[in-house]
């Protein structure tokens, strides 16, 4: 018996939703990224990037476990000397919710060349509205 590797010609896409606000930051990225890359799939072939498209919804609902609304920081810098700015989960959920959950599901990708295409499979609303209702998303419970 063969094994068998997928072609590129051969990858079938489902849209997904899931709600942010049903369970934490960690796990909800682990969900994620195991449908961005494909691998709940029979199909699964490290090399050929067939995975999912994916819809969170109520970003600005994100629930995290202990103090990480204070603790945790997320980091960014201009190039330039003294350009290092800081933020905090709270004040990135109150400007930006999209930047957490797509940072945290950047972590779990594999730091490869389909990482780009994979992440830009992933549309992150903040509300409960959302721009792909027909495509006919599966819910993730």
């Given at each position: 018996m063969k094994t068998y590797s997928q072609k590129g010609a051969e990858v079938k896409r489902e849209w997904w939703v899931i709600d942010a606000s049903t369970m934490p930051l960690g796990k909800l990225a682990v969900v994620i990224a195991d449908k961005l890359m494909g691998k709940s799939k029979v199909t699964y072939t490290p090399h050929i990037d067939n995975g999912d498209y994916v819809v969170v919804i109520n970003a600005k609902d994100l629930v995290v476990?202990?103090?990480k609304m204070?603790?945790?920081k997320y980091y960014h810098h201009s190039?330039?000397?003294?350009g290092m700015r800081e933020l905090k989960l709270e004040e990135v959920l109150e400007?930006?919710?999209?930047l957490a959950i797509t940072e945290a599901?950047?972590?779990m990708l594999p730091k490869n060349k389909l990482a780009a295409d994979r992440l830009a499979r992933l549309r992150v609303f903040a509300g409960?509205?959302?721009?792909?209702a027909a495509q006919n998303p599966k819910e993730i419970k």
């Open positions: 476990t202990g103090n204070v603790e945790k190039g330039f000397p003294g400007k930006k919710p999209e599901v950047k972590g409960s509205e959302h721009a792909h």
